[in-house]
């Protein structure tokens, strides 16, 4: 191969990504218009969609159905002996959103079965989603004396205190 088709080579290639990359550019920047197929699917998921809230937020969960929740609430401060009332009030809490409230019925649950490893790491997601990093890190760490294997408790217990660290980068 001689010099000059290494240069015309070199050149050619160097030409072909400058070509790619305006392209690419150009194409990013203006966007590629929907076809109507596609535009269709989106007015029909756009119809499905749950509510979102003032704040960006989409609302508690379609699923949870309100009568349910302040039933199974109504039941559980009725009966605050009953265990199992207690952690189904704390869960559809949980599940609604209602992290405060779903704190207030796992801790009557915690309070009459306390090695209840369930309820441990329900009182750990709620207090970790409240954004209470300190209490979450003392729920997760009394569910890992449990069961210290369970990685997915074990990440959320390191996540409390990446989030909980005074040190944090805002």
Same mark, same amino acid.
């Given at each position: 191969m001689s010099k000059e088709n290494i240069l015309f080579s070199v050149v050619g290639v160097l030409l072909g990504f400058i070509v790619g990359f305006a392209f690419a550019n150009t194409v990013n920047q203006r966007g590629i218009a929907p076809t109507a197929q596609a535009a269709q699917l989106a007015a029909s998921l756009l119809l499905d969609h749950p509510p979102i809230t003032g704040d960006g937020v989409a609302g508690a969960r379609p699923d949870v159905a309100t009568? %349910? /929740?302040?039933?199974?609430?109504? !039941?559980? @401060?009725?009966a605050r002996d009953n265990f199992d009332a207690q952690v189904k009030a704390g869960e !559809?809490?949980?599940? %609604?959103?209602?992290?405060?409230?779903?704190? $207030? +019925? &796992?801790?009557?649950? $915690?309070?009459?079965? @306390?090695?209840?490893?369930?309820?441990? =790491? *329900? /009182? *750990? $997601?709620?207090?970790?989603? %409240?954004?209470? +990093?300190? @209490? %979450?890190?003392? &729920?997760y760490a009394a569910a890992l004396a449990k069961k210290p294997d369970v990685v997915e408790v074990r990440t959320d217990y390191g !996540?409390? +205190?990446?989030? +909980? @660290?005074?040190?944090?980068? =805002?």
């Amino acid at each position: 191969m001689s010099k000059e088709n290494i240069l015309f080579s070199v050149v050619g290639v160097l030409l072909g990504f400058i070509v790619g990359f305006a392209f690419a550019n150009t194409v990013n920047q203006r966007g590629i218009a929907p076809t109507a197929q596609a535009a269709q699917l989106a007015a029909s998921l756009l119809l499905d969609h749950p509510p979102i809230t003032g704040d960006g937020v989409a609302g508690a969960r379609p699923d949870v159905a309100t009568t %349910a /929740l302040r039933e199974t609430e109504k !039941l559980a @401060s009725d009966a605050r002996d009953n265990f199992d009332a207690q952690v189904k009030a704390g869960e !559809l809490n949980y599940e %609604a959103r209602h992290y405060a409230e779903a704190i $207030n +019925f &796992w801790t009557r649950a $915690n309070r009459l079965r @306390s090695k209840d490893y369930d309820v441990l =790491v *329900g /009182l *750990g $997601n709620a207090c970790y989603d %409240a954004e209470q +990093f300190e @209490s %979450a890190e003392k &729920w997760y760490a009394a569910a890992l004396a449990k069961k210290p294997d369970v990685v997915e408790v074990r990440t959320d217990y390191g !996540l409390t +205190f990446v989030n +909980f @660290s005074p040190c944090r980068f =805002v």
